[in-house]
């Protein structure tokens, strides 16, 4: 951050203003002069002496280019862009043969190089996590390797000639099985330098948006017969149609009671708010419902009371976790025999209410009879492949609670990490929470997944954080399941024992160093991803490992009573059917050349190498009854073969995860006859790593169904698998037959969701894939429905069958999906949960009518006709024209989730979807497979095949005729160009780069008579054109917002012009002589005053072509990252005689050193009081809520008070009593808003002469309170004398430039009355926009609240302040939005002082 006026870079070279800049654009300055380098980021940091300290590890040496050293992998991946484009599943001819089952793919692998000089180096590898292998990369310049797991690289052979600039190099490929998902291919890809071991990612894979380097892919079919429909949005809309009805559920509960009983004289009323009586019968329980209460905001001293009483129940009901609930408009009594049930009927209160408003609900009299189905109601997250934040189980424990789900199987450990601390095994989360590139896996485990190379931090909870987690989960009934995967999938745990070994520990040893076995694993890893079981130190890691986690919980209070053993898929897959060309060489058991096994199989007869998974089974099972664990549970094939007798604990449970069209209903039946307990897993219903529905860019794997949709879940029947025939089809898209085998129902312990994280790298992606499907899962778990069959020994079940009685089936579904998108799906929202919202279906008949549906009722509905740039919201059929291509999509209500985009049209009715297993492009033309990737790449195909196409966003949209539907006015006309007509202004502003650079402000000798006082500063202008070909053509402008004066233009090929406002542009004069391929015009610029702050220079200039007015933004302005176009200043000098001290980090240490001193300030309250006073033996205690007495003396402001509350987690059913009271006050603090406040150990007393008064002493309170954890906080006794200082305490909120939404205003709102300011002023109105809806002046809204490019400004305002040409949707509070504002701040004692500027 030096400041620095001297323009020479001494050091001469560039690493950028900061390490974002710098690790993403490091290059060199070419003649160590800042003003003559190319890149936009320039600013040189002194102390950084090379670029290799970004890009690698710190200290890579490389090659020197212009006296900068670089990273020998960063030189080469900054220049290279990955392309992978899907060709076929089958008849592509290539050779299959060492594919399972002789299935293979193909793919094209195109690298791009963009160096502009040849790159000829060929000693670096090519990194890459591919979840299918590799079989053969079909070009002689490369060879490709696997390394371990999904990791593979390519690196060039000797006929590899190099990197031409700006070329392509295509590498054929063919991997394992097929790919009908776009998210098989895995982000981050990176090069690795043999001569150093630098490494760099390849910057257009490192991305969530896969997009960015995989081409969208054309075709859904795995196999030729594959039968399963592609889901477009005409098909979409039939089947939304025939399955979907809304109906009225306002007294459905999710999940569905035994029983409801709704009279017809039943009255409807509302409430506003709940008082809680008995709560205490709740027990350890009652936190855990007031943290629920409090997400919705359900004010805890509302009028409707809640009776919770422990007795005993009807024997209809009677059981563990059962209840009753009767609503009366009197109040609600929920009966329980235990604290869960009094818990799930008050779940099941919650789950009645719409939240939307939680001021006033709306409830009906019943009465409500409810017990489990299952004991087991679970909920697994693989929290291993892809870690969870704490956070993220917060909110799905919230979730399961509030749905009923009881049991959180936390998948803790994989081979791809260690996700729990282990006190005395700290490498488990040193090395076993850790992705990098380090091969010998000293450090981390090696990249997997699309992680990269770049050693993240650890990613594990703490001891503390799952003890936390068990604390919170056992607050909402909700038991933690940890699983500890092992003999197989156990690789993370093997390499940090490892890791432990190589220092001189082997006392944890889990692998024989000595074992030379051959092995690959389901996921391709070797030997080293199965615990050897044959060592005394693998039984030792496991004591030591249950002692530790079973200490955690009894630090909780949670008694570790149930443990998962994992046990899956230890096995060679090799020694498959599938892979009969191998050689039997390769074909070895696990451990069968192990010295160790060996040795145990001389010394003992009985023991099984071929039966690993059993035998260690069955080890632990033994170290979990000595450490008085009750349970395991473990996947059902590592336990396949044995009985329960073989087990020491109470308890054995299996996860059952056979597919039923694999023959899964006789694989049941064999577990059933081994006496374990069965709980239902199964893949093809109930994992949610699987799509949605069948379409190329829905996440997921789909080994065992092609999708689970949230229908396909609810209809499942999981004590009668055979039933599940008849209404569902196998992976192919097919009809099944399914016997039911003849012997008794199996006894069905529970069910559980499944939720493997392996292409779910984010939190939000997890959260997408989860819910709403969860609430079908719990759905089941919770209640059998009337529609599920009886186990039936020899009942035969398929598509024809007619068993099923679907009109029963039809009407719950519609019952459950309706109460999910009217009510649940707004607590996801409101749970902070980011739900799937799923695309719409939609249908535009021969009229031009478009009719939309969506398969979640309530759920918002958009639709585009102008390709998204603007929404209207879809409420009944509308005619839109003949010939449109319509952009669709859903929202949720509030408009904050969206789903994907989709497009339909009349003539396909299913464009942007559609199917095409042709290669060839007909129509010589691509515009991209959606308008965000058509509208960033238009560029045209350049021989109407698609493989031949340079830009990576290829696929071809029926119906969309010219590229000009993109990037500017529907229709405009430009140049042909390959057959594509383009826009005019398109086709300049896609090939201009602009950068300014700050010159000075002063001692310029620039002529400066036309500014203010005589005051002008200069700037560089800098206009780079990328296109390939010259642009001659000399009818546009550019224009842009400056916030100061355009003075003049030094450059003859240019004028400028000043427009409105801040609105300029320049166009080119007589002298312009075109822009020349690959080349800079450079046009210096004198403005008025003064720039010291990078953010004077506003974003968005466009390109106005003046033959058709089409408007095109120049792409690196359209950001809001000011260093994407504007150099770092390097001078904070207005003038020459600027006292102003550039604050750098060194004399901010030292200005924080002389004026910041921490103290103790936890009875200072913000504002200070006007007085404090706290005694010398004051006591200091803990509280654990709060209770509110005499609440309604707040009168309107009680509402405030209590959503303020809600903000901070405050439970409103605490130990500590507030006691309102009304009363004269000292005449020291006399007078209006004032109040006093006693807070001692028995209570806070808090006293005022109005009720803002009241509120500005509870503001206090809360103000005093460290809510980072709102279950325990620490008081002061301490007394408050306060009265303001100001009647008029104000915030002024300029919404007229730029608008700020409803949400920000009423954050704000809150923040004003926790601090106690009265007054918001809204700037409502000013040049550049007015934003309040004035009924019968509606083009003070319709025009005047947009901006947009129109000289006549007939539809909007002339664009200002850097908004751009495009007219952005109206911006404004409607009358509605207003007088909520005005509600809301009334209710937190703020005054709105509208602001119309004239």
């Not at 380097?213 to 098909?235: E, G, I, Q, R, W």
């Not at 451990?591 to 023991?607: E, H, I, M, N, R």
């Not at 806070?1244 to 503001?1259: V, Y």
Request: hydrophobic share 35%; glycine share 8%.
């Amino acid at each position: 951050e030096k400041e620095d006026t001297q323009m020479t870079n001494s050091k001469n070279f560039f690493c950028g203003s900061n390490r974002v800049d710098a690790s993403q654009n490091c290059v060199p300055c070419p003649t160590g002069v800042i003003s003559e380098c190319v890149n936009p980021f320039h600013g040189c940091i002194e102390g950084v002496v090379e670029c290799t300290l970004f890009g690698g590890s710190e200290g890579q040496q490389g090659e020197v280019e212009n006296g900068v050293s670089l990273n020998y992998a960063s030189k080469l991946a900054s220049n290279l862009r990955v392309t992978i484009q899907m060709q076929k599943n089958f008849e592509h001819g290539a050779d299959c043969s060492l594919g399972d089952w002789g299935l293979c793919h193909t793919q094209t692998l195109m690298l791009d190089y963009t160096g502009e000089g040849d790159y000829l180096d060929d000693q670096f590898k090519i990194y890459f996590s591919s979840i299918h292998r590799v079989l053969q990369v079909n070009n002689p310049g490369f060879v490709h390797e696997h390394v371990v797991g999904e990791l593979t690289y390519i690196k060039p052979t000797d006929f590899f000639q190099g990197f031409q600039s700006n070329t392509r190099i295509v590498l054929p490929l063919v991997l394992e099985y097929w790919s009908v998902q776009e998210t098989d291919n895995m982000p981050r890809w990176f090069v690795v330098d043999d001569r150093d071991q630098s490494t760099a990612i390849i910057g257009n894979t490192n991305t969530e948006n896969m997009h960015n380097f995989v081409l969208p892919y054309t075709s859904t079919l795995k196999t030729a017969s594959d039968a399963n429909v592609h889901m477009t949005t005409a098909n979409r809309f039939s089947l939304n149609k025939k399955m979907v009805e809304e109906v009225d559920a306002s007294h459905r509960i999710i999940p569905t009671p035994y029983q409801t009983a709704v009279t017809n004289n039943a009255q409807t009323f509302d409430i506003f708010g709940v008082s809680i009586t008995n709560g205490q019968l709740l027990g350890d329980l009652r936190s855990g419902a007031g943290g629920i209460m409090s997400k919705f905001d359900l004010n805890g001293n509302g009028d409707h009371e809640i009776l919770f009483s422990l007795s005993s129940l009807p024997p209809a009901v009677a059981g563990p976790e059962s209840y009753t609930m009767q609503i009366t408009t009197s109040g609600t009594t929920i009966t329980g025999t235990d604290a869960p049930g009094l818990f799930h009927g008050f779940m099941s209160f919650i789950g009645l209410l719409d939240v939307t408003n939680s001021d006033r609900m709306t409830l009906k009299e019943m009465t409500v009879y409810d017990k489990p189905r299952f004991g087991y109601r679970g909920h697994q997250v693989d929290v291993a492949r892809n870690f969870r934040s704490k956070d993220a189980i917060m909110k799905t424990i919230d979730a399961m609670a509030l749905w009923k789900l009881n049991v959180l199987h936390l998948a803790l450990t994989n081979d791809e990490g260690w996700r729990l601390e282990i006190p005395g095994l700290e490498e488990l989360t040193s090395v076993g929470s850790k992705r990098c590139f380090d091969p010998n896996e000293n450090t981390c485990l090696l990249t997997q997944l699309g992680s990269g190379p770049d050693a993240e931090e650890e990613q594990y909870y703490t001891r503390e954080d799952y003890i936390e987690i068990l604390k919170y989960a056992g607050e909402r009934n909700v038991k933690i399941l940890p699983e500890f995967n092992m003999p197989a999938h156990a690789r993370a745990a093997v390499i940090s024992m490892e890791a432990r070994a190589k220092k001189g520990d082997d006392s944890y040893r889990l692998t024989d160093p000595e074992d030379e076995t051959f092995m690959l694993t389901i996921q391709f890893y070797d030997r080293t991803s199965i615990i050897n079981p044959c060592l005394d130190s693998s039984v030792r890691f496991v004591e030591k490992l249950v002692r530790e986690v079973k200490q955690m919980h009894d630090e909780a209070g949670i008694p570790l009573d149930s443990y998962h053993f994992g046990g899956d898929e230890a096995k060679n897959i090799l020694l498959g059917a599938g892979y009969a060309s191998y050689s039997d060489e390769l074909k070895q058991q696990p451990f069968s050349k192990s010295p160790s096994c060996q040795a145990k199989l001389d010394a003992d007869s009985s023991f099984d190498i071929e039966n690993i998974a059993n035998y260690w089974a069955i080890t632990v099972n033994k170290i979990l009854a000595e450490n008085e664990i009750k349970e395991m549970v473990a996947w059902e094939d590592g336990l396949r073969g044995t009985t329960k007798e073989q087990y020491e604990t109470e308890s054995v449970a299996v996860d059952f995860w056979e597919t039923l069209y694999w023959g899964g209903i006789n694989g049941l039946a064999d577990m059933s006859d081994d006496g374990l307990d069965i709980i239902m897993a199964n893949p093809d219903y109930l994992y949610f790593d699987f799509p949605y529905e069948v379409d190329p860019t829905e996440r997921g794997y789909y080994w065992a169904a092609r999708f689970n949709s949230v229908h396909k879940v609810f209809t499942f029947a999981p004590e009668n698998l055979a039933q599940n025939a008849e209404t569902s089809l196998d992976r192919d898209g097919n009809e099944m037959s399914v016997t039911t085998p003849s012997i008794p129902k199996p006894t069905i312990r529970g069910m559980q969701g499944q939720t493997w994280s392996e292409t779910i790298r984010t939190d939000a992606q997890y959260y997408e894939m989860a819910f709403p499907r969860v609430l079908a899962v719990a759905e089941r778990a919770w209640h059998r429905a009337s529609w599920e069959l009886d186990w039936t020994p020899g009942k035969v079940f398929n598509a024809t069958t007619g068993l099923v009685p679907k009109d029963e089936l039809a009407s719950d579904y519609n019952g459950f999906v309706s109460a999910l998108g009217c009510r649940e799906a707004f607590k996801l929202e409101k749970l902070g949960i980011t739900y799937r919202v799923p695309p719409p279906g939609a249908s535009i008949d021969s009229s031009g009518i478009l009719t939309a549906n969506s398969e979640m009722p309530c759920t918002d509905i958009m639709f585009s006709i102008d390709e998204g740039d603007t929404w209207i919201k879809y409420s009944n059929p509308v005619g839109v024209g003949l010939g449109k291509v319509v952009f669709m999509r859903s929202t949720s209500s509030n408009g904050v989730l969206k789903s994907r985009v989709v497009i339909i049209d009349e003539e396909c009715n299913d464009c942007g979807e559609k199917e095409d297993t042709q290669m060839t492009n007909s129509k010589n033309f691509f515009c991209g497979s959606n308008r965000v990737d058509a509208s960033q790449n238009c560029v045209p195909c350049p021989t109407g095949v698609i493989s031949e196409c340079v830009n990576p966003f290829h696929g071809c949209i029926e119906g969309v005729v010219e590229c000009t539907l993109f990037g500017g006015s529907e229709g405009q006309q430009g140049e042909v160009e390959n057959g594509v007509s383009l826009n005019y202004a398109s086709k300049l502003a896609s090939n201009l780069r602009v950068t300014i650079q700050m010159q000075k402000n002063f001692e310029h000798g620039a002529d400066c008579s036309l500014g203010d006082w005589g005051l002008c500063h200069t700037q560089t202008l800098m206009l780079d054109y990328t296109g390939e070909g010259d642009y001659l053509d000399d009818q546009f402008k550019i224009y842009f917002s400056s916030i100061h004066r355009v003075l003049q233009v030094n450059n003859p090929g240019f004028v400028h012009e000043h427009v409105v406002g801040e609105l300029t542009y320049i166009k080119p004069t007589d002298f312009f002589q075109g822009f020349q391929s690959n080349t800079r015009i450079v046009l210096p610029l004198v403005l008025e005053y003064w720039s010291v702050q990078e953010t004077d220079n506003m974003p968005r200039w466009f390109v106005v072509d003046d033959r058709d007015q089409s408007t095109a933004i120049i792409g690196n302005t359209n950001t809001e990252n000011m260093h994407n176009f504007v150099l770092p200043y390097t001078s904070t000098l207005k003038t020459a005689s600027d006292a102003n001290v550039h604050m750098t980090t060194a004399n901010r240490f030292s200005l924080n050193k002389k004026m910041v001193e921490e103290v103790d300030a936890s009875h200072r309250i913000i504002p200070t009081p006007y007085q404090t006073a706290v005694t010398n033996n004051a006591q200091t205690f803990d509280i654990f809520g709060v209770s509110i007495t005499n609440g309604q003396l707040l009168g309107d402001l009680r509402s405030g008070a209590g959503g303020i509350m809600s903000k901070f987690d405050l439970n409103g059913n605490g130990d500590h009593e507030i006691l309102f009271s009304l009363s004269s006050l000292p005449p020291a603090v006399a007078g209006p808003e004032s109040y006093t406040m006693q807070i001692t150990t028995s209570g806070t007393t808090i006293t005022g002469t109005d009720a803002p008064g009241l509120f500005h002493g509870f503001m206090s309170f809360i103000g005093l309170l460290d809510v980072t954890n709102s279950d325990r906080m620490t008081l002061k006794e301490m007394t408050v004398y306060d009265k303001p200082r100001f009647g008029y305490r104000g915030h002024q909120v300029d919404v007229a430039r730029n608008f700020r939404s409803k949400d920000a205003i009423m954050k704000t709102i809150d923040a004003m009355a926790l601090w106690k300011l009265n007054v918001l002023h809204l700037a409502l109105t000013n040049d550049e926009g007015w934003r309040l809806e004035i009924p019968g002046l509606e083009e003070l809204t319709s025009v005047g609240s947009k901006r947009c490019f129109d000289p006549n400004e007939n539809t909007c305002l002339l664009t200002q302040l850097g908004s751009g040409p495009d007219a952005e949707e109206e911006q404004y509070y409607t009358r509605e939005d207003y007088i909520e504002i005005l509600k809301y701040a009334g209710e937190r004692n703020v005054k709105i002082l509208p602001g119309a500027n004239k």
